[in-house]
């Protein structure tokens, strides 16, 4: 089994997260979780605190710094330890740790870069997700396919697994366009553009039951916007 090291961006999930680092490492024993949070207050840390496991970790950043540069930061904050993989998963429950072996199995048969849990192909599935979030992820991506002509479905879910050097090169070479959910699709086509191997495979993405979202509509017009940098980024990346 290979080692993995599991980052976590968490932004007011005291009510998920103790349960969530238990399924994953009920599902994945070989992992490291870093939970990085971004919430005001202490309660995320104090429930970590009390959890006490050795495998279980967590950075407060203090200030809400954005999704994507929680992944960043935490990949950074683990890069030069011994690890096979770098799992990014979101706090709420949205991705199965049941499916943890199966990502690593299919990046380590594929010799894969960047695998992305996708919702979007065939056998997927996406549970209990309002029309408007269904509408507007659909749409997003199809811009983002338009646009940046990587061969995915999923640009926007945050459910992925890193090789070790991918990982090295998002730490080295993206974070630089935004901080949110944009560096999602920033960091596929900075890997994508620099050959590196990119796939995706099915998964079920059910919608959170406990917690509030911290997408807020500032971050979806960033995310917009954005997409403009990434176009640019591509252009360059694809000369």
């Not at 599991?6 to 070989?30: H, M, Q, W």
């Not at 540069?69 to 990014?88: P, R």
């Not at 945050?158 to 990982?167: H, P, T, V």
């Not at 916007?225 to 990346?237: A, D, F």
Request: proline letters at 4%; hydrophobic letters at 40%.
């Amino acid at each position: 089994m290979k080692k993995i090291a599991v980052i976590i961006p968490a932004y007011r999930e005291s009510a998920n997260i103790i349960e969530l680092c238990k399924d994953i490492l009920s599902n994945y024993e070989r992992a490291d979780i870093l939970i990085v949070d971004d919430s005001p207050d202490t309660h995320t840390i104090d429930v970590v605190k009390e959890f006490s496991h050795p495998q279980v970790n967590l950075l407060h950043r203090k200030t809400k710094g954005g999704r994507g540069s929680a992944v960043i930061f935490g990949i950074n904050h683990y890069i030069s330890g011994s690890y096979d993989y770098f799992l990014e998963v979101d706090a709420d429950f949205s991705h199965p740790p049941s499916e943890i072996l199966g990502l690593v199995k299919h990046a380590e048969e594929k010799n894969l870069d960047l695998l992305i849990a996708s919702r979007y192909l065939h056998k997927s599935k996406i549970v209990n997700w309002p029309l408007t979030r269904r509408v507007f992820s659909k749409a997003a991506n199809l811009i983002a396919r338009i646009l940046l002509q990587v061969p995915v479905h999923d640009y926007t879910n945050g459910f992925r697994l890193y090789s070790k050097n991918g990982a090295i090169e998002l730490v080295n070479t993206c974070g630089k366009l935004g901080s949110g959910f944009i560096a999602l699709s920033e960091i596929l086509v900075n890997l994508y553009y620099r050959g590196y191997k990119v796939d995706e495979i099915p998964t079920i993405f059910i919608n959170r039951i406990r917690g509030e979202s911290s997408l807020s509509p500032k971050e979806i017009w960033n995310a917009l916007t954005g997409l403009t940098k990434i176009y640019q980024l591509k252009r360059q990346l694809s000369k």
